[in-house]
């Protein structure tokens, strides 16, 4: 199963109103970065143990870490938990800018440095997320 077979089953096996909230999110982001890469994580470890709750991702970014070391991870991430949606924005270094610029006037959701969680898309002003999201993809590594 490929990636984009992957998120659809992720997506289908979601109660609604989830399925159709996260379905909508998923679409809008494909518009908005077309050509970004995608991924799935299913949230378990190597062994199978499910530490996360599964995630989709867009783009692609070197995470480098102090010991030198590297790997590849997503820009933008979006997950559906138990209170409602989480996007993530990774990579940023300054982890005030989410919450000071978009935190105000995003609408009914909390800002972290790198999480944007809100109920329902119908909480937020998706004009709002889309500039959160496109200052991510804008200032993450993408080598």
């Not at 990636?3 to 997506?11: D, G, P, S």
């Not at 077309?34 to 692609?60: C, H, M, R």
């Not at 590849?72 to 138990?82: A, D, H, V």
């Amino acid at each position: 199963m490929d990636t984009a077979e992957k998120i659809k089953a992720f997506l289908d096996s979601l109660s609604e109103p989830k399925c159709a909230e996260m379905q909508v999110l998923h679409t809008h982001i494909l518009q908005l970065f077309p050509k970004a890469k995608l991924w799935f994580l299913d949230g378990k470890d190597e062994t199978g143990k499910v530490v996360t709750n599964p995630s989709i991702g867009y783009g692609q970014y070197t995470i480098h870490y102090k010991d030198g070391s590297t790997k590849e991870f997503y820009q933008i991430g979006i997950s559906s938990n138990s209170t409602g949606i989480s996007v993530y924005v990774m990579g940023l270094e300054d982890k005030k800018y989410l919450p000071e610029t978009f935190g105000n006037r995003i609408g009914k959701a909390s800002v972290t440095g790198y999480c944007i969680k809100f109920k329902t898309v119908k909480d937020i002003k998706l004009d709002i997320l889309d500039e959160a999201m496109c200052y991510g993809i804008k200032h993450t590594d993408n080598d």
